[in-house]
């Protein structure tokens, strides 16, 4: 069953904004991953944050973990029109974390 | 370097043809994943391999079946392709099978169109 919750499903903003981009899952995780697939393609991977980790930064992006709340946030600074695509957070269980369940994914378009 | 790669990227069949989508990789990782795409959805994941060892989750149709013939190489047969079955095939690999520190890297998918 589908693991994570995305929020907002589709957002569209000015090149040189920051977007921000929601997840909520369900059960206790080892970490969460975010991955990005732009139209057409595979996913790729962009960030791994583990569940004892709070916040984690890679170049323009920012991750933060809320164990508590069962949620997460990619925040994109600086946005360019190559960031338009498909922003998908997975979660490794702490269970049986063989798999990556995905989330329901959020639809970024930067507008040049 | 293309580290996951499927072939074909585009695959049209008939209905109720078997068909078969490869995924090969030059990462020499453990675990091999197929997953299932439909237009505007998650990725759900259909089964896995470690090593040779074979996972099916629980809601895989019968239709779907897979081979792993050597670490390099996962195919993804579907007997007889229906209607519901033209998605997106993702394949993926990870040197970790509990993917506690690791990431998945994935292929760039092959798109089936069942006609």
């Known amino acids: 069953s589908q693991q994570g919750e995305e929020d907002p499903q589709a957002l569209s903003i000015q090149e040189g904004e920051n977007a921000t981009m929601n997840c909520s899952y369900k059960t206790s995780i080892n970490n969460l991953q975010w991955y990005r697939q732009s139209s057409g393609r595979g996913l790729v991977h962009l960030i791994l944050?583990?569940?004892?980790?709070r916040e984690k930064h890679s170049g323009r992006l920012r991750v933060t973990l809320d164990t508590s709340k069962k949620s997460s946030s990619l925040l994109i600074t600086a946005s360019r029109a190559a960031d338009t695509a498909s922003y998908f957070c997975a979660t490794a269980s702490s269970g049986s974390a063989r798999q990556l369940t995905f989330g329901s994914g959020t639809q970024l378009t930067v507008l040049p | 370097d293309a580290m996951v790669i499927q072939n074909p990227r585009y695959q049209v069949t008939q209905f109720g043809k078997p068909v078969t989508l490869s995924c090969s990789q030059t990462l020499n990782h453990n675990v091999m994943y197929w997953y299932q795409q439909k237009s505007s959805q998650a990725p759900k994941l259909l089964f896995h391999?470690?090593?040779?060892?074979?996972?099916n989750e629980a809601d895989t149709p019968d239709n779907f079946q897979s081979r792993r013939p050597n670490t390099s190489f996962c195919f993804l047969d579907i007997r007889s392709p229906g209607l519901g079955d033209a998605a997106m095939y993702l394949c993926?690999?990870?040197?970790?099978?509990?993917?506690?520190?690791?990431?998945?890297?994935f292929g760039q998918g092959t798109r089936l169109t069942v006609v």
């Open positions: 993926a690999t990870s040197i970790d099978r509990g993917l506690m520190n690791t990431e998945a890297f």
């Open positions: 944050i583990r569940s004892n980790e």
């Open positions: 391999y470690y090593d040779k060892d074979f996972n």
